[in-house]
Structures are given as C-alpha cells and as structure tokens.
C-alpha cells in the first residue's frame, strides 16, 4: 500500500450455504447414547448450541483447533458464547466437548468445512483500497448447483 501502512485480515470465512458449515459431526458412543443431540455452531456469533433430552444445571463446553489451542466456558444452559475475536484456523478443523459436570456424559464433535466436490469457490482474490475499503470477486464452483449462494465475512481477532 501506497503510505506503508498495512492491513492484516485476521479472520475471514466463504461459505457455501450457512447449512454446510452451521452443523457438526459428532462421535457416536457405541454403548450408550449421549442426551445431547442437534450440535450446532453460528460461526458470525461465535455460539455453540445443542438439545439435551436431560435438565442438567451446568455444561462445560470446549472449543479447541487442531493446535490443540483451547478455551473453555462453564454455563447453565445449552447455549455457548465464545468471543467473537477467537481467531480459530477453520480450514484446519475445529473440535467441540460438551460436558456435564460430575457425570461422564459428554459430547464430542467435530466441525470440517467442506461440501460437495467442484463446488468450492474458484479466481477468488481480493483488493483493498485506501486501507479501509476491500472489494473481494470469486466465481461459483464448477460443478456448484445453480442456487449455491457464497457467504464472505470477517471478523477481527486479537
């Protein structure tokens, strides 16, 4: 940039349709099913979500990447708020624990961005103007079904 200054994009995600991207995998117990279920995560407000068939007072929930960099959060009900400025490599994966405190009920889960093959964005580049303004342009996948729609966003990190 013209003055020296520079601009750091700390944390940006492209989605392919919020559904994608919104669920998480989680692993089964093969001797007993775990009463939380629907593991969900709204990426823009950094909450993580589930139903428990159970009252239960308090859960700790954990989210930690594949650095094994974690932060975890006790609250007593089943929702979870992270900072919005948790800066989180998504492409690499992302790892959820959802626990019950003095029990061993828990819930692990994964989160892997990823869709169908050739739906991934393609000539995808970005350009920043005066330090304040970026224009980014991509092109839909080549075999991304015609009402695919792409979702850019940012958010700042520490």
């Known amino acids: 940039l013209a003055d020296t200054r520079y601009v ?17 995998r ?3 117990s093969d001797t007993w099913e775990s009463p939380i279920t629907n593991v969900n995560m709204d990426w823009r407000k950094m909450e993580l979500s589930w139903e428990s068939s159970r009252n239960f ?11 094994v960099e974690n932060r975890g ?12 400025e948790l800066y989180l490599p998504l492409h690499k994966g992302v790892f959820f624990i959802i626990e019950v405190p003095n029990t061993n009920i ?12 050739g739906s991934a964005i393609e000539n995808f580049s970005c350009v920043i103007y005066n330090v304040f303004l970026m224009n980014c342009t991509w092109q839909a996948g080549r075999d991304a079904p015609a009402d695919t729609q792409y979702f ?7």
């Open 73 to 84: 959060e006790e609250v007593n009900s089943p929702l979870c708020s992270f900072p919005v």
């Open 106 to 117: 828990s819930k692990q889960c994964t989160f892997l961005p990823g869709g169908m093959n």
């Open 57 to 67: 007072s308090k859960y700790i929930c954990t989210i930690m990447d594949r650095d």
């Open 26 to 28: 989680c692993l089964k």
């Open 8 to 24: 750091s994009l700390s944390h940006w995600c492209l989605e392919k349709s919020q559904s994608l991207f919104r669920h998480c």
């Open 152 to 158: 850019l966003y940012w958010q700042n990190s520490r």
